[in-house]
């Protein structure tokens, strides 16, 4: 499935790789407290990481989520995959978008990867947004200084906003302590970036 990803999107295939990843350890620990049996909980898992690796498939478009949905709905029907399987991963995706609107989820099994893979993907706006992310975005989009600087404190404010958004046990309890450690490393970049090109306008 990776050869079908684009790299250049803004998040970059690395943001992808790891939300799926997170996405199916979620399923993994949620699941086996829903008492899934192994073989069913692998299955979940991998449900997970398509979910993950597919998730922001169309992020160079306006509402990205619900088009990625679309988008991933059309490349699965090629894999070994069945409808509710399929279903569960567009759904999780068109819901992965923070402070939207999200479509109904009408099974139990369908709702845990939708939240999974919502707090996989938000446990990305830690360190990782400093490490990897904000990089990935900065290559793709090329601001000028003066503009990254203007918008750094609204992104720094909607990482405090996600904090309370967590969707899983899991999340909820490991969740907000990354976006702790994210705004504090963010807090700290923001600082070294002004004091070295303190002569830029903002």
């Not at 079908?4 to 790789?17: C, K």
């Not at 400093?130 to 918008?151: Q, S």
Request: aromatic share 8%; net charge negative.
């Amino acid at each position: 499935m990776c050869e079908r990803l684009e790299d250049d999107f803004g998040h970059g295939l690395l943001h992808a790789v790891k939300v799926a990843l997170d996405a199916g350890a979620l399923i993994h620990i949620e699941g086996r407290v829903a008492g899934y049996s192994e073989g069913y909980l692998a299955r979940r898992i991998c449900i997970a990481h398509c979910a993950g690796l597919l998730h922001d498939i169309q992020r160079k478009q306006n509402n990205h989520a619900e088009h990625g949905a679309r988008r991933a709905r059309e490349l699965l029907a090629v894999y070994p995959l069945t409808a509710d399987e399929i279903e569960d991963i567009c759904i999780a995706i068109r819901n992965h978008e923070a402070f939207k609107s999200t479509a109904i989820v009408n099974t139990r099994e369908g709702a845990l990867v939708s939240d999974c893979l919502y707090d996989a993907d938000k446990f990305r706006w830690g360190p990782d947004n400093f490490t990897d992310t904000l990089w990935a975005m900065i290559a793709f989009t090329r601001p000028a200084l003066p503009d990254f600087l203007k918008h750094y404190p609204a992104g720094m404010a909607s990482l405090a906003r996600i904090k309370s958004t967590f969707r899983t046990a899991v999340g909820r309890t490991y969740g907000p302590g990354f976006i702790d450690l994210g705004i504090a490393i963010g807090e700290e970049l923001h600082q070294a970036i002004r004091n070295e090109f303190c002569h830029i306008p903002v």
